[in-house]
């Protein structure tokens, strides 16, 4: 079955970094696009950046220039590398993807902000 296992959250100030994981099983990872999603607490959950199969990136707007999304194909692993990390990235991120045409999501990581 297909899992999706986040890592490397934690708690870190502003202007911190911190690199998350994803590592993925039970579907032919390299064919897929795999996004990486976050949920404050009171908010919905928003999309912050997908990479596809060629590698081509995409960013929401208010992370561009911060994040980085990468993936190890050989691997089966997705990354999230956060630079200048505000307090509102805090909240919890997820990794994602849609196989045969349903969504699957890991448990996800938190990431604090704070001072």
Known sequence: QVQ???SGGGSVQPGGSLLL???ASGFPFPLYIMNWYRQAPGNEREWVS???TDSTTNYLDSVKGRFTISRDN???LVY???NSLKPEDTGMYYCNTVWRMQNYWGQGTQVTVSP
């Open 21 to 23: 994981s994803c590592a």
């Open 4 to 6: 999706l296992v986040e």
């Open 50 to 52: 997908s990479i596809s």
């Open 80 to 82: 999230l590398q956060m």
């Open 74 to 76: 050989a691997k089966n």
